[in-house]
């Protein structure tokens, strides 16, 4: 449990993910407005120093949350949700559910996918991920991510959040140009397929922008197709 201002916890979280954790997720959060005669410290809830708990401490963690108002938010890590003791139904939903994001570039490839390639193992989602250098508008990465709803959001959220390239002078910065262009369910066949697990094994390669939309049709059909074709200047 950590709280401060949204990027500090943002900086924080994408710090301690570097460690060789065997696995690790952010479950929930909750954001609060301050307004502008506000100081951020005179809102806080928690004593601002670290505080180690032992791993038969969680009691006391709830307790703790409990009498600061976070008890919602603490179930979270259990998978509880708002006040129904029950799991979230977008966590219960089987179907699969796909998302096509373009981004303009990367300026350290190599790095670039390694962190998608984590985000796509912490949030259970499949990456196909693509190079289509596009001289018209410039767009040049097509990545397509597969999973269940709740899952896709939270990989989206923690690529817009999380430091995955490096700037001009080499400074770890965020991604400020993803555009997601089409997404919806898709077929149970697909996830299940062949050709889906081949194009998982390639993640990365350069394709034409035929075969993007080839991708794209295969995964979500003609909309999809239509939709990435429209957003990288090919129609």
Not at 166 to 189: H, I, Y
Request: with cysteine; charged share 30%; proline share 2%.
């Amino acid at each position: 449990m950590i709280e401060g201002s949204e990027e500090n916890c943002i900086a924080f979280v994408d710090s301690i993910r570097r460690m060789r954790w065997q696995y690790i997720t952010v479950r929930g959060e909750q954001q609060v407005k301050l307004r502008s005669a506000e100081i951020l410290d005179d809102r806080r809830l928690f004593h601002k120093k670290m505080e180690e708990l032992g791993k038969d401490q969680m009691s006391f963690l709830a307790g703790k949350c409990r009498e600061v108002g976070l008890e919602n938010l603490f179930k979270t890590a259990l998978k509880i949700y708002e006040d129904e003791e029950r799991s979230d139904p977008e966590e219960l939903d089987e179907s699969v559910h796909g998302v096509v994001a373009i981004v303009d570039h990367m300026n350290d490839p190599k790095n670039y996918q390694k962190r998608l390639k984590g985000l796509a193992k912490e949030t259970d989602c499949r990456l196909v991920l693509r190079h289509c250098p596009v001289p018209r508008n410039g767009r040049s990465v097509t990545a397509i991510v597969l999973g269940s709803a709740i899952r896709t959001k939270q990989f989206l959220k923690r690529w817009r959040t999380c430091a995955v390239d490096v700037d001009r002078r080499g400074s770890r910065c965020l991604e400020r140009m993803l555009d997601v262009v089409a997404e919806g369910e898709v077929e149970s066949t697909v996830w299940d397929s062949n050709t889906l697990h081949n194009l998982l094994i390639s993640c990365g390669e350069t394709v034409s922008a035929e075969d993007m939309s080839s991708i794209c049709k295969f995964i979500g059909g003609d909309k999809w197709s239509s939709a990435w074709l429209e957003a990288v200047g090919k129609t």
